[in-house]
């Protein structure tokens, strides 16, 4: 499935808005480089009026298109040196005034010729679900940063240590080849042992990896099914739930032991495992 349709539109919009951005210095640089060198200005619209020419020398009648075609070439290749002699010899930035596109490889569109998500999108996708997942995330959890020097390292049985060096081996293996397999995840645990921080350690790989994740603690999730119910929401709102790639549900148990809210719990469960969306249960 990938990124949600509302992290996809967020993401695209990220991308317009830097593109209008990089839109506007560009503009701006352009009317500076114009007021300290006129002639850069005269040559620009020189430039643009060869092409304008090259095109109705292709459709002339009167003399061999192809020759002309080839003059106004020559034409805008010397106007093009002079132009760059004049950059060359201003003191400004490298690209200060590229006017090209933000993404050369989707030219600011967002996906490629053969309808593929490009890079320039997936990574602005990637950055607008990592800051959905902030509440999982504000530890920085990442597998990189994950600590066992935290745990004991007993001399004696499987120690602390040892226990969690397999389940750090476990969870990374999980992320690293999610969409793969069908696997769901129960960790369990006294409070503080790192359940959540792993957690978010492999909602932040599944996510870099392109896969739609959501976050919520077990109460409040069951609280937006009971909003549905008594229609104070809209059904869609659970679909980030139900329809997700990874669900993580935290701190299964602390919700109240209501028969609705067990029936809630089966209703979420039950459809994933259906759907066979992968469920992460801490």
């Known amino acids: 499935m990938g ?156 120690s602390p240590r040892q226990l969690m060096r397999e389940a750090l081996r476990a969870a990374r293996s999980y992320a690293e080849t999610f969409g793969s397999h069908g696997d769901h995840l129960l960790f369990a645990g006294a409070t503080g042992l790192g359940k959540t921080y792993l957690a978010g350690c492999i909602a932040r790989r599944v996510t870099e990896r392109g896969f739609g994740v959501t976050y919520g603690v077990s109460p409040q999730v069951l609280a937006h099914f009971e909003e549905v119910k008594f229609g104070r929401a809209e059904p869609e709102e659970l679909e980030k739930y139900l329809g997700v790639d990874l669900l993580i549900l935290d701190d299964l148990g602390t919700e109240s032991a209501t028969a609705q809210n067990v029936s809630f719990l089966f209703q979420l469960l039950n459809t994933r495992l259906t759907e066979r969306k992968c469920t992460l249960v801490t």
């Open 3 to 158: 990124y949600s349709s509302s992290v996809v539109r967020r993401a695209r919009d990220r991308l317009s808005e830097e593109v209008r951005r990089k839109e506007r210095l560009y503009r701006e640089h352009r009317d500076i480089a114009y007021a300290q060198q006129p002639r850069l200005r005269e040559l620009d619209r020189a430039i643009k009026g060869t092409a304008a020419q090259a095109v109705a020398a292709a459709i002339s009648h009167g003399e061999d298109p192809v020759a002309a075609i080839q003059r106004l070439k020559e034409k805008n290749l010397e106007l093009q040196r002079q132009r760059q002699w004049i950059i060359d010899c201003a003191e400004w930035e490298e690209d200060f005034l590229d006017d090209g596109p933000l993404c050369p490889k989707c030219s600011d569109n967002g996906f490629t010729l053969d309808g593929r998500m490009c890079d320039c999108l997936r990574e602005r996708c990637c950055q607008v679900q990592l800051e959905d997942l902030a509440p999982l995330l504000n530890s920085g959890a990442s597998f990189d940063g994950f600590d066992l020097q935290f745990y004991d390292d007993l001399p004696y049985g499987p």
